[in-house]
């Protein structure tokens, strides 16, 4: 492995401190990579600061430019990047490397937009011009499930409105972000992309630093509302995309053998660590016995291993915290429900947890009120369709949910039933950077992706003149 290094007002620096990266799939360190310190965060909000006056004055145009030119360097060393993702992730190199390929095409995509001036008003009376300006230094804030993707959710839409950054990346998976570093250090000026890691102790320093400007974080809830309480002191703008307890509605029209490997991959996909993950499935009586049978057949079937391996289907756990947690529902779903596939942490280094189905289980229930992070599926019985999206609706979260049905309009019908950001019909886990992405209640705050995600990272200055008669 190179040496990782951080960037700050263009350069690369490392730090006296180190930390150690784990391969999730050995539980063996990888390298040692530079751990920032307070002053490093100071000193890049300060590039930061010190970039913003000449990158907020650069034509749009040439801003969308250099995002290109990231994303053409991106692709070419995108093997490597899927190496180093699934190496610190421990993601299949499969989908590792279309993550690579994703965030290049987030990046290309917020190239793409634009930021036009609106004529409110022409009038014999007044001309009112609505213009959308940056706001200065944005701290974007990324979790370890996706590494690489959400870093491309905040910094080519924080750049092209003509912000600079600085990028802290999750304390388990900092080596894509530093990787993307060396990238940016080639491509903008100094000062406009920053990035300091740390042992998860320094998000609050650059949440609260007076000048920073807007923070746009995603992790979990519990982080999101210390976040929250950060900014206020700058009443800072801030987005938050945070946790999820996704429920799955299956009418009793569905056919279990058609809807399960949908239901499937909703559930398990990065070995169920995706926000947007079906975390709870709710199952009509009627189909209940032969859906779980389904699922179960294909938990079975499931090749779960290192990320190299061939034929891999999912990775492990991404770091021991988490495995504990995880590990935690388990034990919580055996006393609770009946476990009809998985069930137990694999017998091998690393943090691999076989594909686990959990049946018999009900509402009130650790495995099925919180959110597992973790492959492992509850799987709920009802009878009532209007009892069932009360249930569904009782979680605090809402970032996303799903109603499977052979008739797509009668589900697509009920979609607004669903306290959710996203309603899926017949599919779960489907995001384009042009469609919005929100969640509801306590599952976010603001709006990302798309023209709506992209004016988060504006303020609105309104230029309200008088009749030139
Ligand atoms: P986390 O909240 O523990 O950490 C997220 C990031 O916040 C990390 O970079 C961490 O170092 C940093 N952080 C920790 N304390 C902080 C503080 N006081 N101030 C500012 N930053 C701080 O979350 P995680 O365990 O890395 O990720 C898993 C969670 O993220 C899950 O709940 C998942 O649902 C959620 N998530 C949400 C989305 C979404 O788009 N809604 C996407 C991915 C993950």
Known sequence: MSEYKMLINGQLVTSDDKMSVINPSTG????????????????????????????????????????????????????????????????????????????????????????????????????????????GVVAAITPWNFPLLIVAFKLPPALLAGNTLVLKPAPTTPLTSLLLGELCRDVFPAGVVNIVTDKNDLGDHLTSHPDVAKVSFTGSTATGKKVMA????????????????????????????????????????????????????YVHESIYDELCSELAKLADAAIVDDGFAQGVQFGPVQNAMQFEKVKGFLADAKANGNIIAGGDAMDRPGYFIRPTIVRDVTDGTKIVDEEQFGPILPVIKYSDEDDVFARANA??????????????????????????????????????????????KQSGLGIEFADEGLAEFTQIRVVNRGATA
């Open 230 to 281: 950060s900014a206020a002191s700058g009443i800072k703008r801030i987005t938050l995309e945070l946790g999820g307890n996704d429920a799955g509605i299956v009418l009793d029209d569905a056919v279990p053998k058609d809807v399960a490997p949908g239901i499937f991959q909703g559930a398990m996909w990065n070995s169920g660590q995706v926000c947007l993950a079906l975390k709870r499935l």
């Open 395 to 440: 979680s605090p979260y809402g970032l996303g949910g799903s109603i499977w049905s052979s008739d797509a309009d009668r589900a697509a019908s009920l979609a607004l039933k669903l306290q959710a950001g996203t309603v899926w019909i017949n599919k779960h886990l489907d995001l384009a950077p042009h469609i919005p992405f929100a969640g509801a």
């Open 28 to 135: 063996e360190s990888i390298v040692d990579c530079p751990r920032g310190t307070k002053h490093h965060i100071d000193a890049a909000v300060a590039a930061a600061k010190a970039a913003f006056p000449g990158w907020s004055a650069t034509p749009v145009a040439a801003r969308a430019a250099l995002l290109n030119k990231l994303a053409d360097a991106l692709e070419a060393r995108s093997e490597e990047f899927a190496r180093v993702l699934t190496t610190e992730q421990g993601k299949p190199l499969a989908e590792a490397t279309g993550e690579v390929a994703f965030t290049a095409g987030f990046i290309r995509y917020f190239a793409g937009l634009e930021l036009p001036m609106k004529v409110v008003e022409d009038s014999a009376d007044r001309h009112v011009e609505m213009h959308r300006v940056p706001l």
